[in-house]
């Protein structure tokens, strides 16, 4: 399975835009990107995901590379709230029940 | 919708003693999966089944674990005898029929968190 790589952790000020990078050099050509958050004290939910084009929806946009080797989860307008860790998952698509959570990024959004 | 449902939200118990953890999934939903998250391990991915058949159990830790989803709107999760590593938060989640237009999102519920004295 592709592994990711993210940064521990990050600060970001509320009401700015939050980029949260994600290495995935390994991924196969078939694997989608994922991003889940998990706020504390609560179940991971799921906010995007994408194989090769950008995506958006109303919680975030995911930008991902031509070579698919990287991508960027982008909260427009960060508010307190979305303060979480955040996990970028390379789903495998032979076992695409298997979501390896990592150890994500700690985001911290301070006002 | 009342999203994945699970009990009992804390436990408390002696080590030794059975426990039991209970999820209902989202109504038509026909993926459930059981996960455990520590702090050491993060979230591991315990058992997971379709259409109410185990599918990979590879991730229970060992025959102490046992799982049961006996029909489509009821799972169990029960550890006996427990230890005091056994402590974690359980997190159930379910899916819906993966297909053009499913997103193939887990929703998960709000855990349960065992601690085992």
């Known amino acids: 399975d592709a592994k990711t790589t993210q940064p521990p952790s990050m600060d970001c000020a509320e009401g700015r835009a939050a980029n949260l990078p994600c290495n995935h050099s390994?991924?196969?050509?078939?694997?989608?990107v994922y991003w889940y958050r998990q706020i504390h004290s609560q179940g991971p939910q799921y906010i995007i995901h994408g194989l090769k084009n950008n995506e958006t929806n109303e919680m975030a946009s995911l930008i991902i590379t031509e070579d698919r080797k990287s991508s960027t989860l982008i909260l427009p307008h960060a508010t307190l709230r979305d303060t979480a860790v955040y996990y970028c998952i390379v789903r495998p698509l032979a076992n695409d029940y298997k979501l390896s959570f990592g150890a994500g990024t700690t985001v911290t959004v301070r006002a | 919708d009342a999203g994945v449902i699970q009990s009992p939200r804390h436990e408390v118990t002696e080590m030794g003693q059975e426990v039991t953890l209970r999820c209902k999934p989202i109504?038509?939903?026909?993926?459930l999966f059981w996960y455990r998250q520590t702090m050491m391990r993060g979230l591991e991915l315990l058992i997971y089944?379709?259409?109410?058949?185990?599918?990979?159990d590879s991730g229970m830790p060992e025959d102490r674990f046992s799982a049961k989803m006996p029909n489509a709107s009821f799972s169990t999760l029960k550890i006996q005898p427990s230890e005091p590593r056994d402590s974690a938060v359980y997190f159930c989640a379910s899916r819906g029929t993966s297909g053009r237009g499913n997103t193939g999102e887990l929703f998960f519920g709000e855990g349960s968190r065992l601690t085992v004295l």
């Open positions: 109504s038509g939903h026909n993926s």
């Open positions: 089944f379709n259409n109410n058949v185990p599918i990979d």
């Open positions: 390994t991924i196969s050509g078939n694997e989608y």
